[in-house]
């Protein structure tokens, strides 16, 4: 059962443009959102998080919004660089309990900024 | 920022041997680490979570006597993987809560993983 989806397994963008990556989960009792960049080879970089309890939360060229009515959120990069092009995961955590700390994580988009 | 290091970053192993997986924190102190692993194109998985001074918590699934989990230390856990199989060949990443900086509890900083490979 996959709690934490990202529909688009891709996402092209031209450099300069915003890059606006999607997700979506099932589990209403996730409090806790964040947003990671892969590269190959390597482990997750955390990027950017947000609470349920916001709407928004904007930390440079990244802003995420959440719609906690549709079980959705939303990463936005703007300006993209090419330096962005990397797997992002989606990922969500749910308060207290066994489940403390503990995060799901969406398939990851792979996002490619072009020149 | 918080700095997670992995050693190795890579092994290859012969089937039935056991390899041992170190996850450090380098400039922080995790009482909670955890264990992920990452087939090709796919999601990381939650293998397990490691509280220092305690036992492992592992997800459904996970075999507890393969997948070794000691936490001896606020700034080191180790994943050792037994008599390891072909199918164990994937990406192990951990990652460490960093509980003294003031951010949120659920920030995790990841390592750069480890890619098993089991002939």
């Known amino acids: 059962d996959q709690q934490v989806k990202q529909n688009s397994p891709s996402l092209s963008v031209q450099e300069g443009r915003i890059s606006i990556l999607n997700c979506d989960y099932t589990?209403?009792?996730?409090?806790?959102f964040l947003w990671y960049k892969k590269y190959p080879a390597e482990g997750p970089t955390f990027l950017i998080s947000i609470s349920s309890i916001k709407d928004k939360n904007e930390d440079g060229r990244f802003t995420v919004f959440l719609n906690k009515s549709a079980k959705h959120l939303s990463l936005h990069i703007v300006p993209s660089q090419p330096g962005d092009s990397a797997v992002y995961f989606c990922?969500?955590?749910?308060?207290?309990?066994?489940?403390?700390?503990?995060?799901?994580f969406g398939q990851g988009t792979i996002l490619t900024v072009h020149p | 920022g918080a700095v997670v290091s992995q050693h190795p970053s890579w092994v290859i192993c012969k089937s039935g041997t056991s390899v041992k997986i170190e996850c450090r924190s380098l400039?922080?102190?995790?009482?909670?680490m955890f264990w992920y692993r990452q087939f090709p194109k796919q999601s990381l998985m939650l293998m397990a979570t490691?509280?220092?001074?305690?036992?492992?918590?592992?997800e459904q699934g996970v075999e507890k006597d393969k997948f070794l989990i000691n936490h001896a230390s606020l700034t080191l856990s180790t994943l050792t993987v037994t008599s390891a199989h072909p199918e164990d060949s994937s990406f192990y990443i951990c990652s460490a809560r960093d509980v003294g900086s003031g951010s949120h509890r659920n920030e995790q900083f990841f390592g750069p993983g480890t890619r098993l490979t089991v002939l």
């Open positions: 589990n209403s009792m996730f409090d806790y």
């Open positions: 990922a969500a955590s749910a308060d207290g309990g066994t489940s403390y700390g503990k995060l799901t």
């Open positions: 400039d922080f102190q995790a009482t909670t």
């Open positions: 490691s509280n220092e001074g305690s036992k492992a918590t592992y």
